[in-house]
């Protein structure tokens, strides 16, 4: 039935007026060009990653004839087995130059294995022993067969009557071999998306998975590579090339060369680059959601061909957006993760999306590629989500846990969207959610480990990095006992040791060790509680820098600390990712969960009876106790 079925179709589109025919491409591929979906989505997401550098008229114009000639290519398979040959010949002929690798052939026959890439008319290749008059070497295609009964038998009949043989993908191969052997020709169609079955290499500077059929053919073969494609002269009409591939014997340089002959005919003209079939995703072999953060491949190619391109380092074309948290602290936890990522995806391009405070702080640290503030709320917000949508991102990755950050990575368009969600929570938004045990108890556990499950969920398999990093900041300007001193909060004032307390404890340092400096940090909105610590303390043992720097000098600072004492606040976790030791009182809070998470020394204090996960309240602890912890510190010279 089907069999007829297409048969009937094939017979009345042949029949159709061809400037009917060219009219019905022009506006199916205007509607999929240009109306909202998938399919406009990846065709303008494909040309955006391939060519950045052009301008995006040039792409959408691109883009529009590359989806017309789709459909067009659609209809001439379907119809062109029923046009007559008068009609085949008038559109269709066979290059001077292939004419001649021909005679050449049959000169002194060879081995040849022929790749055949995804062009619009790439079926007329089919039509080459009809097109032309002399003697043909022996020439099949590998093809992948069809299910379906009735389709494989219009496929066979209607691609085989020109005296082309098809061998099938299951079952051909050796009777490849067997033909390539004796001198014949073999037609792969050269494919970029040959799934898990492929070898990672790069095409347009992405990362994709390539058949090795061809180079596999080539050096157990011996063979010769060529490629035969249709040059386009226009509306169902092609001059089909042949030409010789420069390239060994061996299936890896087979691979890189003929990526990089496609890469260099699509950059060749707009006529060529329109010509190739855009509407494909020929790099979405590595998108699966469950190994999103990591690659895996049969084979991996991708340190060999970086060798012969001399890349030292793979081309950042994969984007993932990836919006943090609010806080300094939390985005210090985090930062762990994005190491990770960076490592486990080093052919991703990470825009970090964040609050404006603490970017300055992740461009120092180079955690990412792109920085980008997230506005105020408002009109802005919406607007800098819409932008984000023409840039195409491939993943969108949320730490936060908020309805309007997940409204904001939808307005992206990002086809992959990942979040967690906790028990009872509903985010219908995302594409993609690690849902939280319910037997995971978060009291017990570190958020930068919460978060580890998560990124576990979607692929990452590195360990994670706990080092703390190396702070690029100033030179050191000063030596002996500097103890830092952070008595504030952003926010929370429950987590605020009383400033009594804190007085108390600069009274009793002082007193052990007379030439300490102190150092006192915090926001402008800490600026009262530092004043009120430093009241009454010499000038020669105080440095008061709260609402006085930048979060760059913060580091900066806290880096020449000996020790730094604090409460529970950003300033603790910055402290901690540089490496500078720090005793932190901790009430209310829980430590076990968002306590310091680099390997540097930490202690943490908290109240007599607090549980281990926090709950008490900081009054109750005092200043001996803190003083206890800072014993060790003291003894610097």
């Known amino acids: 039935m089907l069999y007829y079925l297409l048969a009937g179709i094939g017979c009345l589109l042949a029949a159709v007026p061809e400037g009917v025919l060219m009219l019905g491409c022009r506006a199916m591929g205007w509607l999929i060009a240009t109306l909202p979906g998938r399919r406009r989505r990846t065709l303008r997401a494909n040309l955006y990653h391939a060519f950045p550098e052009k301008t995006e008229a040039w792409r959408r114009k691109i883009g529009l004839e590359s989806a017309q000639r789709s459909i067009e290519m659609g209809l001439f398979v379907l119809s062109s087995p029923y046009f007559s040959e008068k009609r085949l010949r008038r559109q269709f002929s066979v290059h001077e130059e292939l004419q001649q690798l021909f005679k050449d052939h049959l000169a002194t026959p060879k081995p040849v294995v022929v790749l055949s890439p995804h062009f619009s008319l790439m079926e007329a290749n089919t039509l080459t022993g009809m097109l032309y008059s002399g003697k043909l070497p022996p020439m099949a295609a590998i093809y992948r067969p069809f299910d379906a009964l009735g389709i494989e038998r219009w496929v066979k009949q209607t691609r085989e009557r020109w005296g082309l043989k098809l061998l099938s993908r299951k079952e051909g191969y050796f009777q490849a071999v067997d033909m390539v052997r004796k001198n014949g020709a073999v037609v792969v169609l050269f494919d970029q998306n040959a799934g898990n079955q492929g070898a990672l290499t790069l095409f347009m500077g992405r990362i994709c998975s390539t058949t090795e059929l061809t180079g596999l053919l080539t050096e157990k073969c011996k063979a010769s590579v060529a490629f035969i494609y249709p040059e386009r002269r226009g509306f169902m009409r092609s001059c089909i090339r042949g030409e010789y591939l420069n390239v060994p014997c061996q299936s890896d340089a087979v691979l890189f060369a003929s990526n990089l002959w496609l890469e260099n005919k699509l950059r060749s003209s707009d006529e060529v680059c329109a010509d190739w079939l855009w509407l494909h995703n020929r790099w979405r072999n590595q998108n699966s959601w469950e190994r999103r953060f990591r690659l895996e491949a049969k084979r991996n190619l991708l340190t060999e061909q970086m060798t012969s391109l001399g890349l030292t380092a793979l081309p ?245 600390c000996t020790v730094v004492v604090c409460n529970d606040t950003g300033g603790m976790h910055l402290a901690n990712l540089i490496g500078v030791p720090v005793v932190t009182v901790y009430g209310p809070t829980n430590p076990v969960r968002t306590g310091p998470v680099f390997d540097a020394p930490h202690i943490v204090v908290q109240p007599p009876g607090c549980p281990a996960t926090g709950g008490a309240q900081l009054h109750d602890l005092l200043e001996e106790q803190v003083f206890e912890a800072l014993k060790p510190w003291l003894a610097h010279r």
């Open 316 to 560: 950042r074309r994969t984007r993932y957006f990836i919006r943090l948290p609010n806080w300094l602290g939390d985005v210090v936890m985090a930062i762990p993760l994005l190491r990770a990522l960076r490592i486990s995806r080093p052919d991703a391009e990470m825009t970090l999306i964040a609050q404006s405070g603490v970017l300055p702080l992740l461009e120092r640290l180079g955690v990412g590629d792109r920085f980008l503030a997230l506005p105020p709320k408002g009109p802005g917000q919406k607007k800098f989500y819409r932008n984000l949508r023409e840039e195409y991102p491939d993943v969108y990755v949320l730490f936060t846990n908020s309805w309007r950050g997940d409204l904001g990575a939808k307005a992206t368009g990002a086809p992959q969207r990942f979040g967690m969600v906790r028990a009872g929570k509903w985010r219908p938004l995302l594409t993609h959610a690690w849902r939280m045990p319910e037997d995971l108890d978060e009291a017990k556990i570190h958020q930068t480990r919460v978060w580890e499950k998560f990124f576990r969920h979607f692929g990452l398999k590195l360990e994670l990095d706990l080092t703390p990093v190396n702070w690029p900041g100033r030179e050191k300007k000063q030596s002996g006992l500097n103890i830092g001193l952070i008595c504030g909060t952003e926010n929370f004032p429950e987590k605020r040791w009383p400033v009594e307390r804190w007085r108390e404890l600069t009274q009793t340092i002082l007193a052990a060790r007379p030439d300490a400096v102190l150092t006192l940090f915090g926001t402008a909105n800490d600026v009262p509680i530092a004043d009120a610590v430093a009241e009454g303390l010499s000038e020669k043992n105080l440095r008061n820098l709260a609402g006085k720097t930048s979060l760059l000098e913060f580091a900066d600072e806290l880096k020449h």
